[in-house]
């Protein structure tokens, strides 16, 4: 091989290596993590540089979350030129103008302020864009960039769960406790949050206590107590974050029997018995409770056996209790029935078998009107015994009690 070969094999070498190692220049800026309304400082460098003289870069981020408040440049680099005009818009430029040597190996170019201005959870991207990045001969050097990270630590309130969340029915002096639990953008409960307790409608129920801070579960709690009749919203608020629940209060009903004579303690009165066979309806003592209860004898059995109380007023599409006292002879059962008292009969809402022995037992049933539309007084409560009973049965009925209640 002749010398001017091996001269330019080797120029060419020198100038592969010079690439290679120019090409492995870094400019980084460092993550960064604030507290809400934290300032810190990250510093932007360059990594395995090479006379580094002048420098022009700019950095755009997310001005929502995060703000540049400051930028002091490396002194190495004589004077800075540092724009900082258009950093509430989120962006910044660093600049140097330098005449003397310049920098080589990893080289702090410059230190930022950093603000939050944002939220715990959000983050803003820290980008770099490289306009000069020179040597002292005004040689471009190539150059990588690592961009960074803002980050606001801490928990941001995302809602409010409130508990309980479905439909809550009371009577007038009734009370019912709420809780709300705060809720982050991880879903986790927040401890520390302030939650405001109202009620829509404070005629119908308050709450209270209404300014409660959040416990270590995220959780805060408060009771309405119902006032009037009515409905009203319960609802929690924390800023524009806000949960709630319906309340609706009824009225609380007193206990009025429908039933007239209703443990026979006036005799028969008030009762009729009817049979198409044979027997007789009777007054006994002891009852059941009181003095007095029924007895229906049975003889010859018809199609047709009830004993009932006719003219009662009930309420369309209202929530009735029915109890009573009952017995018979041979263990045989009966079937109660409310219905329209004359043609057509229409069942108004009961229609149910009961199991009896020879012992008293009490029994209890709940049921809904239907089959009329507005307040009706010819109601008929039937004790029908046709369908069970069997020759020389005997029935015995006592505390009879009709009456509305809430659901």
């Keep these: 091989m002749n ?21 492995e220049s870094t400019l980084r800026i460092e993550n960064g993590t604030s507290e809400a309304n934290g300032i810190i400082t990250v510093n932007v460098t360059a990594l395995n540089v090479s006379d580094l003289s002048n420098f022009d870069i700019t950095l755009n981020y997310d001005p929502s979350v995060v703000n540049v408040t400051n930028a002091n440049n490396n002194p190495a ?16 430029r660093l600049m140097t103008l330098n005449t003397g040597p310049g920098q080589s190996g990893d080289v ?10 944002g939220v715990p959870g959000q983050k803003s991207n820290l980008n770099l864009t490289v306009s000069t990045f020179v040597n002292s001969t005004e040689a471009n050097i190539p150059v990588g960039v690592e961009n960074g990270t803002f980050s606001i630590s801490g928990s941001t309130l995302k809602s409010i769960m409130i508990s309980p969340s479905a439909t809550t029915t009371l009577t007038v002096g009734g009370s019912q406790l709420f809780s709300a639990t705060a809720i982050d953008q991880n879903g986790d409960p927040i401890e520390g949050i302030s939650v405001e307790w109202t009620s829509s409608n404070m005629s119908v129920g308050n709450v209270s206590p209404d300014d409660v801070m959040t416990d270590a579960n995220g959780t805060a709690t408060t009771t309405f107590t119902a006032i009037a009749n009515g409905t009203a919203t319960v609802t ?15 009225e609380e009903i007193g206990e009025v029997n429908l039933i007239k004579n209703p443990g026979f303690e006036s005799g028969k009165q008030n009762w009729i018995f009817y049979t198409n066979g044979t027997g007789k309806f009777n007054i006994i003592s002891p009852g059941f409770e009181g003095n007095n209860a029924s007895e229906v004898m049975l003889g010859k059995i018809g199609s047709n056996i009830q004993l009932y109380q006719k003219e009662l007023t ?26 329209k008292h004359g043609s ?45 009973a069997k020759a020389g049965d005997k029935y015995y009925f006592d505390s009879v009690m009709l009456e509305e209640i809430n659901k």
């Design 314 to 339: 009930l309420k369309p599409d209202t929530h009735y209790r029915l109890s009573f006292a009952a017995k018979s002879s041979r263990g045989h059962d009966v079937r109660v029935v409310l219905l």
């Design 77 to 92: 680099f004589n004077t800075s030129l540092n724009n900082l005009e258009q950093a509430s818009n989120g962006t910044i």
């Design 236 to 250: 929690a608020t924390n800023g524009s974050v806000v949960g709630s629940a319906e309340v609706v209060v009824n």
């Design 3 to 23: 010398k001017k070969l091996i001269l330019v094999v080797f120029s060419i070498l020198l100038i592969l290596v010079g690439s290679s190692a120019a090409a």
């Design 344 to 388: 057509p009969y229409t069942n108004y809402g009961l229609k149910q078998g009961f199991n009896l022995t020879r012992d008293w037992q009490t029994f209890t049933t709940e049921f809904d009107t239907k089959g009329f539309a507005g307040t009706v007084d010819d109601g008929r409560l039937m004790f029908y015994l046709a369908p069970f």
């Design 108 to 117: 702090l170019l410059s230190t930022l302020t950093l603000e939050s201005v």
